[in-house]
C-alpha cells in the first residue's frame, strides 16, 4: 500500500463539475489500494476575488485579517470535495491548516512552514478515510491563521508529502506537465519526462507559474519527488526529481522568457566607492527586488549604472532612483519598460563549454542586439527588445536541439 499525495490546482476544482472529476481520480487511486491526502487551492479566481475585495475596503488592509479573508477559498473546495468523495461511498473528512496543524512563522501572506502535526491525517488514513486539506494555509500556533504566499498550495501538498513520506506527490494542474518552452510560442517544444530540482527552481524564479519556487526548494531539501501532470487525462506528466547522469547530457533542457521586467539606467554616475549602496540601499528599503544589474567601465571618473525591476515596482522605482540621481549630482535616468529576459537553462552547462556563445550568436544572426547579460551555474539570460520575445525563444530552442521531431511521441 502506497501513500499518494494529490494536490489539484484552481483550474482543476474550478466549478462543481469539475470538483467531481477531482473526486473520481481521488477516488480511483484510493480504490487501486492507496493512502490517499488531498490538498486542494481555491476555485479558480476565487483567491484574486478575495484579495480585489481586501483593497477595495482598506487601502492597506491588516496583515491578520488579510490572511482571514484569503485563506477561505480553500475551505470552501475541501468541504465540497469531501461531501462529494462521501456522497460516492467514500469516507472523507476535510482539514484546515489550522485544524491540522500546519505550522508556521507569523509572516502573515507569505509565512514559512516550520512543521506538521500528523497524529490525526495518520489516525483517519488508518482507517480507510480520504483526507482532505486546505492548501495555501496554516496557523502560527498562536490563534492566527497565515497564509504562504500566492501560489502556495504547492507547497503545502510537498510539505504535506515530507512530513508524512508518502511515496509520492502528485500536482495536478491544467498542462499537463514542464515543457521545454511555451508551447503557444514553439508548437514543437516537448515535454519533459523529468527535471531537476535545480532547473526548476531556475525556471520558477523566470516566470514560470507550474510550481510555487518555495515548493520546489522545499522538494529538494527533503527528496520529494513531485510529479507535475494534468488533470483532466490520464498522460504521464513531468517529475521533478534530483538530478542525474543523463540529465547532464543535455546542454540545455529549457528557454524560458519573462516580460514582467523594466529596465532603468542611472547615466554619468560620479564613480567612488559608496554609490551602489546609496542607489541600491533605498530601493531595499522600499521592498523592491533588483533582478540583472550592470555597471559600465568608468571613463573620466563616472559610470552608467543598469538594472532591471519587477513592471508592478517600476514607478516606485523610478521615483526613488530620481531622488537618488538628484542627490549624488548623477547625469540623469532613463528607463525602458519594452524589454524581455530570455533565458536558457541546463544543469549540462556545468560540465559543457561555448553554451553562452551560441546563445549570443543564435540572436545575433537574427539582429536581436543584447541589452544586458547575466548567468548563473545552470543558466544564461539576456535582456533584449521585447518586440524580438517569441522570435529569441523560437531560434533558441532550435539552436539547442530542442525542436521535436515528427516522428516523436511526446
Ligand atoms: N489559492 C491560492 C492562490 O490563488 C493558493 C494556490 O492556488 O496555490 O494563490
Ligand atoms: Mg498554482
Known amino acids: 500500500m502506497a501513500l499518494v499525495v494529490q494536490k489539484y490546482g484552481g483550474t482543476s476544482v474550478g466549478s462543481v463539475e469539475r470538483i467531481r472529476n477531482v473526486a473520481q481520480r481521488v477516488a480511483r487511486t484510493f480504490d487501486e489500494g492507496n493512502q490517499v491526502?488531498?490538498?486542494?487551492?481555491?476555485?479558480?479566481?476565487?483567491?484574486?476575488?478575495?484579495?480585489?475585495?481586501?483593497?477595495?475596503?482598506?487601502?492597506?488592509?491588516?496583515?491578520?485579517?488579510y490572511d482571514v479573508l484569503v485563506s477561505t477559498g480553500e475551505q470552501v473546495t475541501i468541504a465540497l470535495l469531501s461531501m462529494c468523495l462521501q456522497s460516492m461511498g467514500y469516507?472523507?473528512?476535510?482539514?484546515?491548516?489550522?485544524q491540522i496543524p500546519m505550522l508556521t512563522d507569523k509572516v502573515h501572506a507569505k509565512a514559512r512552514i516550520k512543521s506538521i502535526e500528523d497524529k490525526y491525517i495518520r489516525k483517519d488514513l488508518e482507517e480507510g478515510t480520504i483526507v482532505v486539506v486546505a492548501g495555501f494555509q496554516g496557523t502560527d500556533g498562536e490563534g492566527n491563521i497565515t497564509t504562504l504566499g500566492r501560489g502556495g498550495s504547492d507547497t503545502s501538498a510537498v510539505a504535506v508529502a515530507a512530513g508524512l513520506k508518502a511515496d509520492v506527490c502528485e500536482i495536478y494542474t491544467d498542462v499537463d506537465g514542464v515543457y521545454t518552452t511555451d508551447p503557444r510560442i514553439v508548437p514543437k517544444a516537448s515535454k519533459m519526462q523529468k527535471i531537476s530540482y535545480d532547473e526548476m527552481l531556475e525556471m520558477a524564479s523566470l516566470g514560470s507559474k507550474i510550481l510555487q519556487i518555495r515548493s520546489v526548494e522545499f522538494a529538494k531539501k527533503y527528496g520529494v519527488v513531485v510529479h507535475v501532470r494534468s488533470s483532466f487525462n490520464d498522460n504521464p506528466g513531468t517529475l521533478v526529481t534530483k538530478e542525474d547522469t543523463d540529465m547532464e547530457t543535455v546542454l540545455v533542457s529549457g528557454v524560458a522568457y519573462n516580460k514582467d521586467e523594466a529596465k532603468i539606467s542611472l547615466l554619468r554616475v560620479p564613480d567612488h566607492p559608496g554609490i551602489a549602496s546609496q542607489l541600491f540601499g533605498p530601493l531595499s528599503e522600499a521592498n523592491i527586488t533588483v533582478d540583472m544589474i550592470i555597471q559600465n567601465v568608468s571613463h573620466d571618473g563616472f559610470t552608467?549604472?543598469?538594472?532591471?525591476?519587477?513592471?508592478?515596482?517600476?514607478?516606485?522605482?523610478?521615483?526613488?532612483?530620481?531622488?537618488?540621481?538628484k542627490a549624488i549630482g548623477a547625469g540623469g535616468v532613463k528607463s525602458d519598460e519594452n524589454i524581455a529576459k530570455v533565458s536558457i537553462i541546463g544543469v549540462g552547462m556545468r560540465s559543457h563549454s561555448g553554451v553562452a556563445s551560441t546563445m549570443f550568436e543564435t540572436l545575433s544572426r537574427e539582429g536581436?542586439?543584447?541589452?544586458?547579460?547575466?548567468?548563473s551555474e545552470i543558466k544564461v539570460s539576456c535582456i533584449i527588445a521585447a518586440k524580438y520575445t517569441e522570435l529569441a525563444v523560437r531560434v533558441l530552442h532550435e539552436a539547442f536541439g530542442l525542436?521535436?521531431?515528427?516522428n516523436d511521441e511526446s
Not at 38 to 59: F, Q
Not at 368 to 375: G, K, L, R
Not at 403 to 406: I, T
Open 91 to 98: 469516507k472523507a473528512k476535510s482539514y484546515l491548516g489550522s
Open 304 to 325: 552608467d549604472m543598469t538594472f532591471t525591476v519587477p513592471k508592478t515596482d517600476y514607478k516606485k522605482a523610478l521615483g526613488i532612483v530620481e531622488e537618488v540621481s
Open 37 to 65: 491526502v488531498v490538498i486542494v487551492s481555491a476555485m479558480a479566481g476565487e483567491t484574486n476575488r478575495l484579495v480585489a475585495l481586501a483593497e477595495e475596503i482598506s487601502e492597506f488592509p491588516n496583515e491578520r485579517e
Open 368 to 375: 536581436i542586439n543584447i541589452e544586458m547579460i547575466s548567468t
Open 403 to 406: 525542436d521535436r521531431q515528427d
